[in-house]
């Protein structure tokens, strides 16, 4: 919540404080480029961040002097509403903000078919970013996307290692490992590996689970029962492709988290990089530990997967920092923290992850059309003509 309300003061600064370039003169005329809005832009979020996801896709928009159709995922509509009457309180004329709760297949489908909706922004699975980036270059409509990650987070020998086990838990397990940027494949030098492992795997059993209304709890349930089960066959799965389950690996006993869809965080290893395990998105708390022997082996495996979205490095060399973090096909890089978040830095994913970029100052002029008008100043005819 803190979040989202941060992006909407963010974009209203900006918005004040944009200004479009005036170019040199470069013939008896003056020349500008003026940013006008599109028109009707689509937005659609997803259920894992949706208040924060969209405050970054409707403030910009709005600043921008668009109106916003919204369409949130179908199991957390409610908080989009509830956004949606603080924008009309707040002054927004009702029709600038629209939200369109309902089945992706049925109600976004419709918003990015639609002919009025001139651009959409879109933050969810890669195969429905496939869909609708199909969809998009039919109507030659600009589209940006954030999709899905199996992000890496690497660990070199000469890191501070307490520091490297909080960060990475925290990236892998917070949020019940429910994010597109989870550190999910988790590379150790050899050399330190079952040291590394034992303090992670430690960590991860001393996590409390719990319902998100207790202040104590660090890994809630997961969204749905559906998607718990889901989660639990694709370790299941794990298991069968011959991985080691270093803890976790299944629902916990105590009997007052009956209730909820809980799964315990997992650790596994055991498995090569190409593994389904390794190479598909879980989104739930599961990690894959991986070992690694010098630095260009670990690019090459780090970079070997169809995703490019995050990924962390622990390191005190910061010469070693900057080179291996230049060489990582990633939209967002780490370097001894992990999912720290600024409104005003862009956010973007390679490859499978997405096209475009979310977030940043210059996020109000993606959701333009850029008009360039030339003023003639010579009062003389054009000599072609005369």
Same mark, same amino acid.
């Given at each position: ?82 956004? #949606?009457?603080?924008?009309?309180? /707040?002054?927004?004329?009702?029709? *600038?903000? @629209?939200? $369109?709760? %309902? !089945? ?26 496939? #869909?609708?980036?199909?969809?998009? /270059?039919?109507?030659?409509?600009? *589209?940006? @996307?954030? $999709?899905? %990650? !199996? ?236």
């Amino acid at each position: 919540m803190g979040s989202a309300a941060g992006t909407f003061r963010f974009y209203a600064a900006a918005l004040e404080t944009t200004e479009t370039p005036l170019p040199p003169q470069r013939g008896p005329y003056l020349t500008m480029s003026v940013p006008e809005p599109i028109g009707v832009v689509g937005a659609i979020t997803p259920w894992n961040s949706p208040i924060a996801s969209d405050a970054q896709k409707v403030a910009p928009a709005l600043a921008a002097g668009n109106a916003v159709l919204l369409k949130p995922a179908e199991a957390t509509p409610l908080v989009s509403l509830a956004l #949606a009457r603080l924008v009309v309180e /707040a002054g927004v004329p009702p029709a *600038l903000f @629209s939200v $369109l709760p %309902g !089945k992706g297949s049925v109600v976004g489908d419709a918003i990015v078919r639609h002919p009025a909706v001139g651009k959409v922004s879109f933050t969810g699975g890669t195969d429905t970013g496939r #869909a609708i980036g199909r969809l998009a /270059a039919a109507k030659f409509m600009p *589209l940006t @996307s954030e $999709l899905g %990650g !199996k992000s890496p987070t690497i660990v070199f020998d000469d890191a501070d290692l307490d520091q490297a086990v909080a960060g990475i838990l925290f990236g892998i397990f917070s949020s019940s490992g429910q994010s597109c940027i989870a550190g999910s494949r988790i590379f150790v030098p050899e050399r330190i590996y079952a040291e590394f492992v034992e303090r992670l795997v430690a960590g991860a059993r001393r996590l409390r689970v719990g319902p998100g209304t207790d202040p104590a709890s660090q890994v809630g349930p997961l969204a749905t029962f559906a998607h718990r089960d889901r989660v639990a066959a694709l370790v299941d799965r794990a298991r069968e492709e011959g991985a080691n389950v270093l803890c976790g690996g299944g629902i916990p006993d105590d009997p007052e988290l009956a209730r909820g869809a809980y799964y315990l965080p997992t650790l596994l290893d055991g498995l090569p990089n190409d593994a389904r395990t390794c190479q598909e998105e879980i989104f739930g708390p599961v990690g894959v530990v991986l070992p690694f022997r010098d630095e260009e082996e670990l690019i090459a495996r780090a970079n070997d997967t169809i995703f490019g979205l995050a990924c962390g490095i622990w390191t005190r060399d910061y010469r070693r920092a900057w080179r291996v973090a230049r060489r990582i096909d990633a939209g967002t890089v780490w370097i001894n923290t992990y999912k720290q978040f600024s409104i005003a830095t862009p956010f973007s994913g390679m490859k499978a992850s997405g096209v475009g970029t979310d977030k940043g100052r210059d996020a109000i002029l993606r959701y333009t059309r850029q008009k360039s008008l030339y003023w003639g100043l010579d009062e003389a005819p054009l000599p072609w003509a005369t």
